[in-house]
C-alpha cells in the first residue's frame, strides 16, 4: 500500500478538505519555525493545528466554531479534549509533534492514532527500541542495511506511538501483553518530508 498523503497546511487546504468529505480520513502537516523560546514555539503550534482542526471540522460538516471546543491538556489524547456538539458524527482526532513539523489526523467512523520522528542518523537506538519495541522488532531493524537502520527505528517508534495514541494509551515499556492489546490496529505510512518517518493506526470505534 502506497504512503497516506499528508496535506501541508494551509498551502493544501482544499485538498485536504476534499480528502476528509471523500475518504472521511485526513492527515495535515504544519512545519513549525525554530525559536528561541520553546515554550512560545509550542504554544504557537499548537495555536495553528487546532485552528487547522476547526477549520476542517466547520468546513466539512457545516458546523460553527462555537461547536467544537479542542482544549490542550498535558498528557491526554486531543480527541479526549474534543467537544464537538455533532452526536451524528463519531469523530476522532490525533496529532503529533516533532521538531520542525507537527501532523493532526481527523477520522470519522474509526479510531485514530498518528506520530512521527526524526530520522537521526547518530542516534543510538538499540537500548531504546529493545525496550519499547521489543526483541522480534529490533531484531528487524538490525537486519535492515546499516544506511536504513535510523530510518527504520524513526518508523518503527511511529508505529508504536500511533498505536498507542489510538487505544489512549501512555508510551510503556514492551510486554507480551501490551503487544497483544495493540494487534487490531491497521497501519499506514505517512508521505512526510524528508528527514522524518510517520505511521497513522487505525481501529474501529
Not at 46 to 53: C, G, N, P
Not at 90 to 104: D, M
Request: aromatic share 6%; glycine share 4%; with cysteine.
Amino acid at each position: 500500500m502506497p504512503p497516506l498523503t499528508v496535506h501541508a497546511w494551509p498551502e493544501q487546504r482544499k485538498l485536504a478538505l476534499q480528502a476528509l468529505a471523500e475518504r472521511q480520513l485526513v492527515i495535515v502537516s504544519i512545519a513549525s519555525k525554530s525559536s528561541a523560546d520553546k515554550a512560545v514555539a509550542r504554544n504557537l503550534i499548537r495555536q495553528q493545528i487546532r485552528a487547522a482542526l476547526t477549520d476542517l471540522l466547520c468546513s466539512t460538516y457545516h458546523c460553527s466554531a462555537t461547536q467544537i471546543n479542542l482544549k490542550h491538556v498535558p498528557g491526554q489524547a486531543p480527541d479526549k479534549n474534543l467537544q464537538i456538539t455533532l452526536p451524528d458524527y463519531p469523530i476522532s482526532i490525533s496529532i503529533g509533534h516533532e521538531q520542525g513539523l507537527s501532523i493532526a489526523a481527523i477520522c470519522h467512523g474509526a479510531t485514530v492514532g498518528v506520530d512521527l520522528a526524526r530520522i537521526d542518523d547518530q542516534i543510538e537506538w538499540q537500548a531504546v527500541a529493545q525496550l519499547y519495541l521489543g526483541k522480534r522488532r529490533s531484531e528487524q531493524i538490525s537486519d535492515a542495511p546499516l544506511s536504513q537502520q535510523a530510518y527504520c527505528f524513526a518508523f518503527e517508534w511511529a508505529v508504536q506511538e500511533a498505536k498507542l495514541k489510538c487505544h489512549g494509551r501512555a508510551l510503556a515499556e514492551w510486554s507480551p501483553q501490551l503487544a497483544s492489546a495493540l494487534e487490531d490496529c491497521t497501519i499506514s505510512t505517512l508521505n512526510l518530508p524528508q528527514g522524518y518517518a510517520g505511521a497513522l493506526a487505525l481501529r474501529n470505534a
